[in-house]
T-cell receptor
Framework: AQSVTQPDIHITVSEGASLELRCNYSYGATPYLFWYVQSPGQGLQLLLKYFSGDTLVQGIKGFEAEFKRSQSSFNLRKPSVHWSDAAEYFCAVGRASGGSNYKLTFGKGTLLTVNP | DVKVTQSSRYLVKRTGEKVFLECVQDMDHENMFWYRQDPGLGLRLIYFSYDVKMKEKGDIPEGYSVSREKKERFSLILESASTNQTSMYLC????????????FGPGTRLTVL
């Protein structure tokens, strides 16, 4: 069964500092990988996704993530955090091959606090 | 833009009431999902549907049922609401041809008194 681990429940960074949010997955085949962001009281918005090809993917709002198969990781990064990035971030894994499994498995989330 | 809408942002119900949460998507997606979100537990899948009138249980289906009579609409039903069903409920939809990327609605915060 697939699973996703986000080791950090809560991270605090200063505005302007760099950010890395960790995500490790367990999956028996080639995965589809996603990062979503949730602002307080809102639904989830897709930041970026990896399906295949270049292992460094660019997303919205200046975020990027790198897929490392050998480490089963898909860490999210941003070089300079803005106060508006304060939110909860979710990593998710889905099935890349065909079949009827349309589900995504989500991590439990990392809450990001940004200090001025 | 894909749009997923949920009938209410906030809902307050009493224990034992029957509760309907409605979700509508406008992108002709085959798949629709209901999650509940609780602090520290992340998103947990309640039910999903991969076609009209088709449904499958997710990880926590107990106390819930669903209905999908039309492709664009997916309803979550709490037959007899209980206080432990107080939560944020999120609906999502996806098109299998887009690698299972899910699009989310804004959520319904349900309080059961």
């Amino acid at each position: 069964a697939q699973s996703v681990t986000q080791p950090d429940i809560h991270i605090t960074v200063s505005e302007g500092a760099s950010l890395e949010l960790r995500c490790n997955y367990s999956y028996g085949a080639t995965p589809y990988l996603f990062w979503y962001v949730q602002s307080p009281g809102q639904g989830l918005q897709l930041l970026l996704k990896y399906f295949s090809g270049d292992t460094l993917v660019q997303g919205i709002k200046g975020f990027e993530a790198e897929f490392k198969r050998s480490q089963s990781s898909f860490n999210l990064r941003k070089p300079s955090v803005h106060w508006s990035d304060a939110a909860e971030y979710f990593c998710a894994v889905g099935r890349a091959s065909g079949g009827s499994n349309y589900k995504l498995t989500f991590g439990k989330g990392t809450l990001l606090t940004v200090n001025p | 833009d894909v749009k997923v809408t949920q009938s209410s942002r906030y809902l307050v119900k009493r224990t034992g009431e029957k509760v309907f949460l409605e979700c509508v998507q406008d992108m002709d997606h085959e798949n629709m999902f209901w999650y509940r979100q609780d602090p520290g537990l992340g998103l947990r899948l309640i039910y999903f549907s991969y076609d009209v009138k088709m449904k499958e249980k997710g990880d926590i289906p107990e106390g819930y049922s669903v209905s999908r009579e039309k492709k664009e609409r997916f309803s979550l039903i709490l037959e007899s609401a209980s206080t432990n069903q107080t939560s944020m409920y999120l609906c999502a939809s996806s098109d299998s041809g887009r690698g299972n990327e899910q699009f989310f609605g804004p959520g319904t915060r349900l309080t059961v008194l």
